[in-house]
């Protein structure tokens, strides 16, 4: 089972200035239409060339448009020296509908 972790948790741990690292694991063109500025972007096909820009000691929260991608991601680095990493469960689509209603969704 791949750890996961809620929208609502994740709000939870920002307003509560908890230190992590959410990685946005969506394409470049996605970015473009909606985007959490707080995010680091690392497109998923890329991941592996970046493990040395995460934190394998902090906790990583890696997130998509609705999920599926970033389970893969988060399965990845779990299997890679990341126990620390969670996958973000219905991705920014469930952020924006849970949290920032704002956000463009697509």
């Known amino acids: ?16 200035g908890e230190s992590f690292v959410l990685l ?23 991941v592996p060339q970046h493990l040395d820009e995460l934190p394998q000691d902090q906790e990583l929260i890696v997130m998509c448009h609705h999920g599926g991608r970033s389970e893969r991601v988060t399965r990845f680095l779990n299997a890679n020296g990341f126990p620390n990493a969670k996958n973000l469960a219905g991705g920014i689509d469930a952020y924006a509908v849970e949290i920032e209603p704002g956000l463009a969704r697509y």
């Open 24 to 46: 946005d694991v969506r394409e470049p063109d996605e970015l473009v239409t909606v985007s959490l500025p707080w995010a680091k972007a690392i497109p998923m096909g890329d």
């Open 1 to 16: 089972m791949t750890p996961e972790i809620s929208v609502r948790d994740l709000k939870a741990k920002r307003d509560a």
